[in-house]
């Protein structure tokens, strides 16, 4: 009965604002009955809403991907098993999990399938879509996989790149959201699993509603003399802005368009959703209420660390996945490239070698991409207020990693142009008029309002001007971090074999001599093999150099060598009544040492003795096994 009565009040006041052309198109096959876009999940609130269709966002897909267009998720879909299928040698497309409403997931691995298995190679992950409304990410992903394949074979650095590293892509880690973002007026921050998020132990009771069917849900502004606390912004001539005063000091208040449909006289404040998938990592992840009111809480968390099938699917892939050393899981906007910690200064808490990596990636992405602000969050971003259950922490505390989660487009904050120390409001209409065809700003029109009576309804497009870019202007945003990224892949660490150098340090009577082997490990890239933390909570196994020898000539079955000092060939077990995979190898190396990890630039060596009984020589094969510096495999040697 409420949802009807909710319904009912919508459609009233729907009525009662005049709808403005030129605006995203309402999807229908009579006017009068316009598609709905329903939910999952059971809520107190409305759970379906009129499809919409926007300019500048492409439904269906044609036989070229340019990107001065959004897409939509079939778009998406659709292009990534076209690739599949036109780049058999480079891709593997498959399903990582399942959304909350059952949708599949969907992530790309971009290698040079020829040269050796994904897992066999250092590796780096990049997504988007995490945040419904943060769409950019998902272009920015879906360039860079265009960028990779179509460059492969031409450019000299793609071609090296996809040889000897792979690249884990995923354009949409939430495509419930990203989906319901683009097809309704309704924007919500990750996935649409119903939530109480007024504490009245309703679930998505009170949503925005788009009362002027513009498709879009906007500000609205009304009068009030009292408790009035915005001004149109005396700078302003147009008197399109508004600037917030003191409560009593001003005209209007405002708020979201919609109406109070729970009767708490607050409008909207328990939309679709409202967990948070950032939120949801298991680092230092607090509850959304701790109960002595002494602790912290963190909106949004879930009710358990990875709680959230969304967030899960990415844990899962990356703990069976160490080899990936680099990651970029991209939002919008500041725009900032945004790093661990969150939650302390990074200097308390980080070793200083990893640290200095960070902040080498830092002053990059600036160089790249032109942001002005790079840093940890704790700090340079939250100002000392701390975020708990978030990915960066999570990439470098529990995982090791160079973990970025990079925050795309400026709001339209180009740059100060009254020159009175700010980038603000005034700024951004500037520049929507003169770069935008002042597209991003919807004039205020009048309507009515069943508790306000009259208001205005208006201002900054919240999709494709507030929380992404223009459509005409989304590329070079995307470029600009997709480059920052295979930046950092081009980091990775690079194995080669160095010298190998034989040398006899003793002789016996009895025909018989000890020799020295030494075999070296050259990294040509500029990350170490593995960062300090990745070593101290054991995501890395040791590198490790194992050598085979060649039995033939041993005589009466006596192998006519033996290795000195060397260590037992079976690793240690990492833990009581467990075992890995390097436990039970098809046939057990005779010789294994554990060495140092090797810092880019460098070689690192590993010095076996042999001592050889009644025989010239003894030849063998070496391999090394890098847990984020891959493999080499098979390099010969001789012992005489």
Request: aromatic share 10%; with cysteine.
């Amino acid at each position: 009965m409420k949802s009807s009565l909710q319904l009912t009040v919508f459609l009233l006041f729907s009525v009662l604002l005049p709808a403005q052309p030129g605006r995203p198109e309402l999807s229908s096959d009579k006017e009068a009955k316009p598609e709905k876009y329903t939910l999952s999940g059971f809520r107190h609130g409305v759970s379906f809403f009129p499809k919409v269709k926007f300019p500048g966002v492409q439904y269906e897909s044609t036989d070229t991907l340019s990107f001065d267009v959004y897409h939509s998720l079939d778009v998406i879909y659709s292009w990534l098993r076209r690739w599949e299928k036109e780049y058999p040698d480079l891709i593997d497309l498959y399903e990582i999990g399942k959304s909350f409403e059952g949708r599949p997931i969907l992530q790309m691995t971009v290698t040079n399938k020829k040269l050796g298995k994904d897992t066999d190679k250092p590796a780096a992950f990049f997504e988007g879509g995490r945040h419904s409304g943060e769409i950019t990410g998902s272009e920015c992903v879906m360039w860079m996989i265009q960028y990779l394949l179509t460059n492969y074979g031409k450019d000299t650095d793609v071609t090296h790149l996809l040889d000897t590293k792979v690249i884990y892509l995923k354009p949409v880690n939430n495509p419930d959201g990203h989906n319901l973002y683009l097809n309704t007026s309704q924007s919500n921050r990750s996935t649409v699993r119903p939530e109480d998020n007024d504490g009245d132990a309703l679930l998505d009771e009170d949503a925005p509603e788009d009362l002027d069917n513009d498709g879009l849900i906007l500000t609205m502004r009304w009068k009030d003399e009292k408790k009035g606390n915005l001004i149109p912004d005396p700078k302003d001539s147009t008197g399109r802005i508004m600037k917030r005063v003191p409560a009593g000091q001003g005209i209007y208040l405002s708020s979201s368009e919609g109406i109070d449909n729970d009767g708490d006289g607050r409008i909207n404040e328990d939309g679709i959703g409202g967990l948070d998938l950032h939120r949801n990592y298991p680092e230092n992840w607090r509850p959304q209420k701790e109960q002595t009111g002494r602790g912290f809480n963190q909106g949004g968390a879930g009710q358990f660390p990875l709680s959230e099938t969304e967030t899960r699917a990415v844990v899962d892939f990356l703990l069976t996945h160490p080899n990936v050393y680099v990651v970029n899981s991209m939002d919008t906007s500041v725009p900032m490239h945004l790093r661990p910690p969150s939650t302390s200064p990074s200097d308390e808490r980080m070793y200083p070698e990893d640290l200095a990596w960070y902040k080498t990636f830092d002053d990059i992405g600036k160089k790249i991409t032109g942001y002005e602000k790079a840093g940890d969050v704790y700090d340079d971003y939250g100002e000392g207020n701390p975020l708990f259950g978030h990915g960066p922490d999570f990439g470098y505390w529990y995982y090791g990693a160079i973990w970025y989660g990079d925050e795309i487009w400026n709001g339209a904050r180009y740059r100060d142009y009254n020159n009175d120390g700010e980038k603000d409001q005034l700024d951004m209409i500037i520049w929507d008029d003169e770069e935008n065809d002042g597209a991003g700003f919807i004039e205020w029109k009048p309507g009515n309002h069943p508790t306000y009576g009259d208001i205005e309804t208006g201002g900054f497009n919240p999709k494709f001007f507030s929380q992404n870019p223009p459509a005409k202007h989304l590329e070079p945003w995307i470029r600009n971090e997709a480059m920052f990224n295979i930046e950092m892949v081009k980091y990775l660490p690079e194995l080669e074999w160095g010298n190998i150098e034989v040398k006899r340090v003793k002789a016996y009577k009895a025909d018989s001599a000890d020799y020295q082997l030494k075999i070296g490990i050259r990294n040509t890239g500029k990350l170490p093999t593995a960062l300090r933390q990745a070593h101290l909570v054991k995501i890395v196994r040791e590198d490790r150099i194992e050598l085979e020898f060649d039995t033939a000539g041993s005589v009466k079955g006596k192998p006519g060598f033996k290795v000195i000092d060397d260590k037992k060939t079976t690793p240690e077990r990492p833990g009581r009544g467990m075992s890995s995979d390097m436990e039970r190898p098809a046939k057990l190396p005779v010789a294994a040492k554990n060495i140092p990890f090797t810092r880019g630039g460098s070689t690192t060596d590993a010095v076996f003795t042999i001592r050889l009984y009644n025989r010239q020589e003894l030849k063998g094969k070496g391999s090394m096994y890098s847990t984020r510096g891959g493999i080499l495999k098979d390099k010969e040697f001789t012992v005489k």
